[in-house]
């Protein structure tokens, strides 16, 4: 783990240095998606419910979100925010990601662009089920994304991209005023997504 964070800074270092030299024009964009997340669930939990599947919690579920940035022709860096919730078997969990990102852009052609790069936050793990306590926690979140650009004028473009993400939040599972039936810890999650993005 220790070596992939010291890549990720490397490469968020380097790129950052990059983008300074040349000339920046803004971003902004949305994005739609799908989500599916790993979730492990304690000894404790899988002790007091029967076959419950966390890792279905999260599947492939609609993901929207933010973005802003700068970028130019060598590759860009933004900021986004995320937002995924679902039911699955009586519970309810809403993942929230607040990344800061740097992408390498690769000319595929005069108006299309490959992308490569990586990123670097916190993720907000919230347990929302009925019947139980509301718990939420924070932790961090690292990983990488690709994808490809299409120029569709010189104020928009659009993209398609994947992005697989690291984390360590965990949430607690109790009946109200009760005791406690386990912990839920977020270990992963995987998106592909399409963004539509307008400079300025």
Do not use: C
């Not at 299309?112 to 926690?137: M, N, P």
């Amino acid at each position: 783990m220790k070596s992939l964070n010291t890549v990720l800074i490397a490469i968020t270092m380097l790129g950052a240095s990059s983008l300074v030299q040349a000339a920046d024009t803004t971003f902004a964009g949305l994005t739609y998606g799908q989500t599916s997340d790993k979730i492990k669930k304690s000894g404790l939990l899988s002790s007091n419910t029967d076959h419950l599947n966390t890792d279905g919690i999260i599947s492939k579920d609609g993901t929207w979100g933010a973005r802003i940035g700068q970028q130019n022709d060598q590759g860009r860096y933004y900021l986004t925010y995320d937002n995924v919730s679902n039911n699955h078997s009586g519970l309810k969990m809403r993942q929230e990601n607040l990344l800061g990102s740097y992408d390498v852009f690769y000319p595929l052609g005069s108006s299309t662009k490959a992308f490569g790069g990586a990123s670097l936050g916190v993720t907000k793990l919230s347990q929302e089920s009925s019947g139980y306590s509301r718990d939420t926690d924070t932790g961090y979140a690292y990983g990488l994304q690709a994808g490809v650009l299409q120029q569709v004028s010189s104020n928009a473009s659009v993209e398609l991209g994947y992005r697989y993400l690291r984390s360590n939040a965990t949430t607690e599972l109790s009946e109200h005023d009760g005791d406690k039936l386990g912990a839920l810890r977020l270990k992963s999650s995987a998106q592909t997504y399409l963004s539509a993005n307008y400079l300025f």
